[in-house]
């Protein structure tokens, strides 16, 4: 008799953390040439407009905005809570269709231009996931 497993990994997550007392502003920018290899421009704006991003709980976020045009979605995270986003990057450093954050804690922003400045400000906790705390 011969038995096999299938061993089929869990999707990389990215969360966003709000460590502080304030309400934050979340922006995420897509990557516009990546999203162009996965989805066609249609199915990608109805990505967006669907909440592309899940939170610790639904009282605790909110999508405010979808610019389709420019993909970016702009959301709303309460004190103590985190923005949970599929499709991070796993242990191959897979792609991921987002290329920018931008938090906005009342006068002051702080920017990720890019992956390498998301990734060397993130903690890895597991395999799957990655995340970025703000203090």
């Not at 966003?16 to 934050?24: A, G, P, Q």
């Not at 389709?68 to 702009?74: D, E, F, H, I, K």
């Not at 998301?118 to 203090?135: F, Q, T, W, Y």
Request: charge should be negative; glycine fraction near 4%; include cysteine.
């Amino acid at each position: 008799m011969i038995s096999s497993c299938v061993y089929d990994p869990g999707r990389p997550e990215f969360e966003i953390s709000n460590k502080t007392d304030r309400n934050l502003i979340v922006e995420l920018y897509f990557d516009k040439e990546n999203y162009k290899e996965w989805w066609s421009e249609h199915d990608f704006k109805v990505f967006l407009t669907d909440s592309y991003a899940g939170a610790g709980s639904k009282l605790r976020k909110e999508l405010i905005s979808t610019d389709t045009v420019n993909l970016v979605q702009r959301y709303s995270l309460l004190p103590y809570s985190f923005l949970s986003i599929d499709d991070g990057w796993g242990d191959k450093d897979e792609t991921v269709l987002f290329n920018k954050i931008k938090v906005i804690k009342g006068q002051d922003s702080i920017v990720y231009s890019n992956i390498d400045e998301i990734k060397k400000s993130s903690v890895r906790i597991s395999r799957n996931l990655s995340r970025l705390e703000i203090n």
